[in-house]
């Protein structure tokens, strides 16, 4: 299984981390900064305007820069049977 990482932008000071992907969906996403037993799970859910990504780590604001279209034309290229209807 191949870990997906993404870089977030911390809003307070610009800097930039790397997290890795547990769940992507279009309404939210769940990562992973840190490792071992210094890790700490976020959930990043899609801005009013849906063009980026924010959730809160330990008190601090972290931005995924992509839209939520693109976030929907990414699970689509991964997994291009997720929409389409079952065959009975």
């Known amino acids: 299984m191949i870990n997906e990482r993404i870089k977030l932008r911390v809003t307070e000071t610009g800097q930039t981390i790397e997290a890795v992907v ?11 900064i840190g490792e071992g037993v210094h890790n700490v799970k976020c959930e990043l859910t899609p801005t009013r305007n849906a063009l980026a990504y924010a959730g809160r780590v330990m008190g601090r604001e972290v931005v995924y820069e992509r839209s939520r279209q693109q976030i929907e034309a990414d699970i689509e290229k991964l997994n291009p049977n997720v929409r389409k209807p079952r065959r009975y």
């Open 22 to 32: 547990m769940a992507k969906r279009a309404h939210a996403i769940t990562v992973v």
